[in-house]
């Protein structure tokens, strides 16, 4: 048996983040929306309609096609592809066939294992081309009766191909991830996977290591998470090297299968498929796009900071690879960290304070990440710390607090009564009174124990509910003793 390899590529298509749908000025945020009210006689594919392409959604697969590192094709067109199907009310899809928006791309990604470290180098997948069409409608099955909603008809959509570079499951959902981080930094899709707006094809193919031949494929049709994308390539990786052990070989020609999420296997959809015959032509209703060289080099110019760029400036920070990507990964996040290291210069105590204290809060509040503190909230806290206002493990309590209640650090503390004892007067008060208090600790200390020190702050601290500066008590409590021993 010879050593095999997996041979994948992915289709992927990505809803854009539009205000309005990609021919029609309809609403193109349809969450949560009754079924058939963002619809119009355009999207509706009502006869003698005519679609105008959306300046936003072009513009937006233009920036992603930058981003992917894609050529732009300066003149590129719209073609019909036909094809019946009860969620297509045209009885033709608007895409981009033989001259799309973008070709020849590339992404750099890695793969990282389950505490978000990379293993392995930095690994490449070519991108055949982007193209940009319109998303169909939905269809619901209730019992044997099936609702049409075209909601999401005339949704604007990125078709992304890429060539077979990726060889593991693995590979191709590092992939994906790193797709999704290009398509969110740059604005061009929200591609929230629970909303269905980034759906994958699989397609593999398996081959003796070594050899360069693309042998007949399987095609996984229709992956909505990045966990049927793993699943659905793992199970069909196993099964077609079961199928290579029987058989001696590859597959015999091309075919289509759907995952089955429930059963988590595979299921023949089409054997032996000749390419499907959409006759496609170009849309004879939208001219071709033109873009100038100027256009596309004011585009290039403004693309914001990319992910692998972002995750190389924080990596120089002193984080670990998993700090580096959920900071990278989550804007709001890095905001918050953001205002901290600048501040304070501190990356160890920006870290501490974002990704350990104010997550746990959020977690053991039940709260989610849109109810953590503004950035100017934080940085509030932080002030008060330093400022010597609460001390550092009050400015724990007051966090939290803060992700509790959503007031503000100064509210709080000023509610609480939290503000730190640091004047002088007061804080001599309580070291007289610490030392009468503790005469047995102040004897180990006097008698070369300097250990007990700590236990004489540490009943300041708890008298005063840790509002105490426990710095100024400390010198105090040293100048004290010393005074009392050279006394003696
Ligand atoms: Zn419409
Ligand atoms: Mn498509």
């Known amino acids: 048996m010879p050593q095999l390899e997996a041979v994948i590529g992915l289709e992927v298509h990505a809803q854009m983040n539009t205000r309005s749908k990609m021919f029609c000025p309809c609403d193109n945020d349809a969450f949560g929306k009754a079924p058939n009210t963002t619809v119009c006689p355009v999207c509706m594919g009502h006869p003698g309609t005519l679609p105008a392409p ?17 050529t732009i094709q300066r003149e590129n067109h719209f073609d019909r592809k036909h094809y019946f199907y009860p969620d297509l009310p045209a009885g033709f899809q608007i895409s981009q066939y033989d001259f799309p928006l973008a070709k020849a791309g590339m992404v750099h990604f890695s793969v990282v294992d389950a505490s978000g ?31 049409c909603d075209f909601n999401r008809a005339g949704t604007p959509l990125m078709e992304i191909v890429t060539e077979p570079d990726l060889r593991s499951a ?23 996977m629970f909303k269905g707006m980034m759906r994958f094809d699989a397609s593999i193919s398996l081959r003796e290591k070594g050899t360069q031949k693309l042998n007949p494929r399987s095609e996984i049709k229709n992956l909505n998470s990045f966990k049927a ?22 597959l015999p020609n091309d075919i289509t299968v759907g995952w089955m999420d429930e059963e ?182 006097t008698s070369g124990k300097g250990a007990a020190l700590g236990a004489i702050v540490g009943w300041v601290m708890k008298e005063t509910k840790g509002q105490a500066d426990p710095k100024k008590v400390n010198d105090l409590l040293l100048k004290k003793l010393s005074q009392a021993s050279s006394e003696s």
């Not at 069409?133 to 019992?143: I, P, Q, R, V």
């Open 170 to 192: 693995q590979e191709a959902v590092a992939f994906a991830q790193e797709l999704r981080r290009i398509l969110i930094a740059v604005g061009a899709s929200e591609a929230d």
């Open 264 to 445: 988590e296997k595979t299921r023949l959809l089409r054997d032996k498929e000749t390419a499907m015959d959409y006759r496609y032509f170009p849309e004879p209703d939208i001219p071709p796009l033109v873009f100038s060289e100027k256009e596309i080099a004011k585009t290039r110019s403004a693309l914001p900071t990319l992910p692998q760029e972002l995750r190389k400036q924080y990596a120089g920070l002193g984080l670990t690879d998993a700090q580096v990507l959920q900071l990278t990964d989550v804007p709001q996040l890095r905001a918050l960290f953001d205002v901290v290291r600048e501040k304070t210069g501190d990356s160890k105590r920006a870290v501490a304070l974002v990704l350990t204290q104010l997550l746990g809060f959020l977690n053991a509040h039940g709260k989610a990440l849109g109810d953590a503190p503004a950035p100017e909230a934080l940085l509030e806290l932080v002030t008060k710390i330093d400022e010597g206002t609460i001390s550092a493990n009050a400015g724990k309590d007051v966090l939290e607090k803060m992700v509790a209640s959503g007031k503000n650090p100064s509210a709080i503390i000023e509610e609480e009564g939290m503000q730190q004892i640091s004047d002088d007067t007061a804080i001599e008060e309580l070291v007289a009174k610490a030392i009468e208090a503790n005469p047995q600790a102040v004897e180990s200390y």
């Open 117 to 147: 470290k990379a293993i392995g180098g930095e690994r490449e997948c070519r991108i055949t081309r982007l193209h940009m069409e319109n998303d169909a409608g939905k269809l619901t099955h209730h019992g044997n009766k099936t609702l």
């Open 229 to 250: 994308l793993e699943k659905a390539l793992t199970y069909e990786t196993k099964r077609l090297t079961k199928l290579w052990e029987e058989s001696s070989g590859p």
């Open 54 to 70: 959306n300046a936003e959604a072009i513009q937006k697969a233009l920036v992603a096609s930058l981003a992917l590192n894609c």
